[in-house]
């Protein structure tokens, strides 16, 4: 199984990929407008754990992950937030930084069956 930290933004999300199988760990920026992060999940063999911080803006990235199979975890940004020890925020670290929560399964919650409206 695929382990991911996602930084996500309206325009790009930073990951942070752990195989639980190799224990290998790669770490990539997805641009959303030029499809790479949907080339990228289409890609991922089902299911992939991905975590996200809970944000509004993530209504087309929850539904492309469901269409792909993949399970959806999410943690209050906040508490993300201070869950870290350093506090110098750079995107490649919030994503390694969420990767590392879902590891221990500790702030991220499943998500919950919630019906988005039509786009």
């Known amino acids: 199984m695929l382990i991911i930290g996602c930084d996500f933004h309206t ?3 930073q990951i942070a990929v752990m195989d639980c199988t190799t224990g290998e760990l790669v770490e990539r920026r997805l641009e ?3 499809g790479d992060a949907e ?11 991905v975590g996200i911080e809970a944000t509004i803006a993530t209504q ?9 199979g993949h399970e959806r975890w ?5 508490e993300i937030r201070g869950a870290m020890r350093r506090k110098q ?4 670290r919030d994503a390694l930084h969420i990767l590392d929560l879902l590891i221990q399964a500790c702030t991220l919650t499943r998500p919950r069956a919630i019906a988005w409206p039509a786009i």
């Open 74 to 78: 999410f943690g209050h940004a906040a």
């Open 60 to 68: 087309w990235f929850e539904k492309m992950l469901t269409r792909y």
């Open 32 to 34: 959303h407008a030029t």
């Open 11 to 13: 325009r790009f999300q």
């Open 39 to 49: 080339r990228f999940y289409a890609a991922l063999a089902a299911p992939a754990r």
């Open 89 to 92: 925020k750079t995107d490649t």
